[in-house]
């Protein structure tokens, strides 16, 4: 056992037990909630990767938005390619683990909210413009799909569209017009729609650092000149000293509703292992998400394969998109800003391993079916 497992074996022993001496039953208890720290990926990973016959997709795909409908997982992602600009493509899965279709074309592109000059000057993840990083979530069963992606306008600001949900499974890209809702000339990412109202009202995340930070709307119409007010940049939050997650980025996927209350990942840089993106996960209280109420001591995803260390940017993993289906939570994310991957584990095994404060295990899955392209 590694020094900073030993460090948590004895947290755990501190916690669960107050530090007495353990029966062989409960050192055998202890032991099978230490294994669970063991990281596995899926064997077929990346299930979306760079098609070079199509120039707009021809370098990167990566960090996509998901969401489950009619049984099956639709993805929108990132895709980078001989322009430099970054687009949204689509795709399909029936299993959640293979892609059965694959679009030959964008399916998004940013619409200009403001005649202002709109050149990234950041190169965020490879791209000098465009939109990145969609979040798709539908709240209240409602007919509607609401995206949230960073958009080059004025810097790296957050944008809101949304498409109805019909149009969206006939392939009809009829995306409203999207409007800003961070401040320009500030840098934000990583905003969140929750998928059910709370307290009768939408809510969008903004911010993890040092708080939850939760912004309340009547409707999800802002005013293109009302903005969320401005989140705590996490550069200036002094590091948390001996945890791994002490550099926080921002919120991942939308939250997940749960019987223990809302799921959410992260994520987060470690002061001892600069230059590596990694996944964390937190449990928000139900009625007052700003409350956490558990939160995994390990990060759940970390850049140990060779297609998380292989591509634009080697050390990342970014988690943008996770559902549940068929029991079990399918997490999907980025890999080496270059690559879409999917991990997965038994829902209700996660969280019951969660709510010990622990980190939840994501196993292996091997799956090949023949994907189509249009």
């Known amino acids: 056992m590694g020094v900073k497992r030993a460090r948590l074996f004895k947290k755990l022993i501190e916690k669960l037990w107050g530090g007495r001496a353990l029966t062989p039953t409960e050192r055998k208890e202890i032991l099978k909630d230490v294994s669970l720290l063991t990281l596995a990926k899926p064997l077929n990973n990346p299930i979306i990767e760079p098609k070079k016959e199509n120039g707009w997709e021809a370098w990167q795909t990566f960090n996509p938005g998901v969401i489950l409908l009619e049984d099956k997982v639709h993805f929108l992602y990132r895709a980078v390619g001989e322009d430099s600009l970054s687009r949204l493509g689509y795709a399909v899965s029936a299993n959640g683990f293979t892609i059965d279709r694959r679009l030959a074309y964008p399916v998004y592109e940013h619409q200009t909210v403001d005649q202002s000059f709109n050149f990234n000057f950041f190169a965020s993840g490879g791209s000098w413009g465009g939109c990145e990083d969609p979040r798709l979530v539908r709240v209240n069963q409602e007919d509607t799909i609401y995206m949230t992606y960073t958009a080059c306008n004025q810097g790296l600001r957050v944008a809101i569209t949304s498409i109805k949900i019909k149009d969206f499974l006939a392939k009809k890209w009829r995306w409203q017009a999207p409007v800003l809702i961070s401040p320009p000339g500030e840098i934000h990412k990583n905003w969140v729609i929750f998928p059910e109202k709370i307290k009768g009202k939408y809510a969008i995340l903004h911010g993890i650092t040092p ?72 449990l928000l209280d139900p009625d007052e998400p700003t409350k956490v109420l558990h939160r995994a001591q390990e990060p759940i995803l970390e850049p140990n394969e060779y297609y998380e260390n292989s591509g634009f940017k080697a050390g990342v993993v970014y988690a943008s998109g996770a559902v549940v289906k068929d029991g079990n939570l399918l997490v999907y994310y980025g890999g080496a800003d270059s690559y879409v991957c999917v991990a997965h584990a038994n829902f209700k095994e996660f969280l019951a391993t969660l709510s010990k404060d622990l980190k939840p295990k994501l196993k292996p899955k091997l799956v090949k079916k023949k994907l189509s392209y249009d």
């Open 211 to 282: 708080n939850i930070l939760i912004e309340y709307f009547d409707d999800l119409k802002p005013n293109s000149k009302i903005y969320i007010s401005k989140s705590i940049d996490p550069k200036v939050v002094p590091p948390q000293n001996g945890c791994w997650d002490s550099w926080l980025r921002g919120a991942g996927p939308p939250p997940i509703k749960t019987e223990k209350g809302w799921l959410l990942f992260y994520h987060a840089m470690d002061q001892n292992d600069p230059g590596k993106y990694k996944v964390g996960v937190m």
